[in-house]
C-alpha cells in the first residue's frame, strides 16, 4: 500500500501541495482528479522521487519509500519519457533491462504486449511515425513492461479513443486483481466515476474529497428534481429548501432532511399535478463541482 503524509511541496511562494494525505491501497484503481495547476503532477513526482518534498512523507507498505521501492514502481510521467526517434521495440527492451529484466525475458514481454494492441507490426518503427493514440499505447506498456509493484500513471487516457481506453482498463485491471496499488490522473470525470474503486480530489494544492465514489455521493447534498404542471418558480418562495435551479415548470431543489420530501410532494400537490419528484444522484462531476467550488469561496 502506498501512503501519502502531509505531502507538502511549495516552488517559491506557490504551495503547489499543501499537506496532503491519502492512501492507494493494495489492489484499488485510485483517480486522482483535479483542475489545471491541482497539484496531481507535483504530488506523482514527489512520489517517484523526481521531485523532493518540502514536507511531509510517501510511505510504501508503512516505511519511508526508498529508491529500491521506487524502481519496483511503472511511471507514466507527464512529460512521457520515450524517444521519439528510437524504435519502439528496442526502447521498451532497454527500459525493462533497466528494471533488472533479462534482454530475452525482455523482448518476448515487448512482443506479447505490442502484439496485444494490434501494434507487433510496427516494433521497428520510430515512436514518432505512430499515432499520437498508438503512442500512448506504447507508453503505457512502457510503464507496465518490468510488472510494477505499483502503478503511477499521469494523464493515461488523454487522447485515447474508445477502444484503447477499453484496452487499457483491462490491463489496469490485471494489475489491480494481482493486487498492485494504481494511482492515475485525469480530467476525463466520466471515466473516472466508470473506473476507480477510489477518488482523491484536489483544488488548489489541498486535498478537499477522498473516497469511494459511493461514500462521496452519500457526503454530499441530496438534491431532488420536481417537474411540476405548469411554473414551479414558486420554490423559490419556501425558505426550509434551497433552490438551485428552476426552468419552467423544473425546479432542482436542496432539502435540509429526508422527511422534507414528503413536505415538498405535499405542497407541490396543493399548487397543481405534480409529473415527477425524484432524488438526483450525484455523478463525480457534480461532487467535483462542488467541494472545489467550496474552496474557491
Ligand atoms: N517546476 C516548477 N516550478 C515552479 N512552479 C511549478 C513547478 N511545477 C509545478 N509548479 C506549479 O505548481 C502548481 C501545481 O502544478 P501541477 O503541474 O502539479 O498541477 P496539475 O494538477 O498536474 O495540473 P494539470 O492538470 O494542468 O497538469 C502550479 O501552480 C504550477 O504552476
Known amino acids: ?20 494525505s491519502f492512501e492507494v491501497p493494495a489492489g484499488h484503481l485510485v483517480g486522482f482528479v483535479g483542475g489545471n495547476g491541482a497539484g496531481k503532477t507535483t504530488t506523482m ?35 512521457r519519457g520515450l524517444y521519439p526517434k528510437q524504435p519502439v521495440l528496442d526502447q521498451l527492451v532497454y527500459l ?15 512482443g506479447e504486449m505490442l502484439a496485444r494492441f494490434d501494434l507487433g507490426e510496427r516494433a521497428k518503427d520510430k515512436l514518432e511515425t505512430l499515432s499520437l493514440g498508438n503512442q500512448q499505447r506504447v507508453q503505457i506498456i512502457a510503464a507496465v513492461i518490468s510488472r510494477p509493484k505499483m502503478l503511477v500513471l499521469d494523464e493515461p487516457f488523454s487522447g485515447l479513443d474508445p477502444a484503447a481506453v477499453d484496452d487499457m482498463v483491462g490491463l489496469l485491471r490485471e494489475f489491480t486483481v494481482a493486487g498492485v496499488p494504481v ?10 466515476e466508470r ?18 465514489a459511493d461514500e462521496l455521493r452519500r457526503s454530499g447534498p441530496v438534491r ?56 438526483l444522484v450525484p455523478s463525480v462531476a457534480d461532487i467535483y463541482r462542488e467541494v472545489t467550488a467550496e474552496v474557491a469561496t
Open 1 to 20: 500500500m502506498l501512503r501519502l503524509d502531509g505531502l507538502t511541496r511549495r516552488f517559491g511562494d506557490t504551495l503547489a501541495v499543501d499537506d496532503v
Open 45 to 79: 513526482r514527489m512520489i517517484m522521487g523526481v521531485l523532493a518534498p518540502s514536507g511531509g512523507h510517501v510511505r510504501w507498505d508503512d516505511r519511508e519509500i526508498t529508491a529500491r521501492d521506487r524502481r519496483e514502481f511503472g511511471y507514466m510521467p507527464e512529460e
Open 96 to 110: 525493462a533491462q533497466l528494471h533488472g529484466v533479462s534482454r530475452s525475458e525482455a523482448r518476448e514481454r515487448a
Open 183 to 192: 494511482l492515475f490522473s485525469s480530467h476525463q470525470l466520466d471515466l473516472v
Open 195 to 212: 473506473l476507480c474503486d477510489r477518488i482523491v480530489i484536489l483544488s488548489h494544492g489541498r486535498l478537499v474529497a477522498n473516497g469511494a
Open 224 to 279: 431532488h428534481r420536481l417537474v411540476a404542471g405548469s411554473d414551479a418558480g414558486w420554490v423559490r418562495d419556501l425558505d426550509w429548501l434551497r433552490t438551485v435551479d428552476v426552468a419552467g415548470n423544473t425546479a432542482i431543489v436542496q432539502l435540509a432532511a429526508a422527511s422534507d420530501t414528503d413536505r415538498l410532494l405535499a405542497e407541490a400537490m396543493r399548487r397543481g399535478p405534480v409529473r415527477e419528484l425524484a432524488e
